[in-house]
């Protein structure tokens, strides 16, 4: 069993940063893909940025590319989501997942096993 804990969030105005973090339990972190999603009021949730096991593989939805950077800390068990140029439509709950039968990274949430609770983010204009 894994646990993920997100931390980070907070209000921000409209082209400022914000960088999230997920500390996840167990040994065997490294062998895990993880995920950024977020779920906004109303609205399914959606895929934000993957990172592969050994963060050399990284995929990106295409409204945060350029923006946003996924990476991981594998001696850590931590992930990160730093979030630049912030935009008040990037304001939602962000979900830290991970995918732990396959290494690599993907942008479906069913192929996610594991998630944390959440952390808000609110981008003010």
């Known amino acids: 069993q894994v646990q993920l804990v997100e931390s980070g969030g907070g209000l921000v105005q409209a082209g400022g940063s914000l960088k999230l973090s997920c500390a996840a339990s167990?040994?065997?972190?490294?062998?895990?893909?993880m995920g950024w999603f977020r779920q906004a009021p109303g609205k399914e949730r959606e895929f934000v940025a993957a990172?592969?096991?050994?963060?050399?593989?990284?995929s990106y939805a295409d409204s945060v590319k350029g923006r946003f950077t996924i990476s991981r800390d594998n001696a850590k068990n931590m992930v990160y989501l730093q979030m630049n140029t912030l935009k008040p439509e990037d304001t939602a709950v962000y979900y830290c997942?991970?995918?732990?039968?396959?290494?690599?990274?993907?942008?479906?949430?069913?192929?996610?096993?594991?998630w944390g609770q959440g952390t808000q983010v609110t981008v003010s204009s």
């Open positions: 997942a991970a995918r732990r039968l396959t290494p690599s990274p993907s942008d479906s949430a069913y192929h996610y096993d594991a």
């Open positions: 167990g040994r065997t972190f490294s062998t895990y893909a």
């Open positions: 990172i592969g096991w050994s963060g050399r593989s990284t």
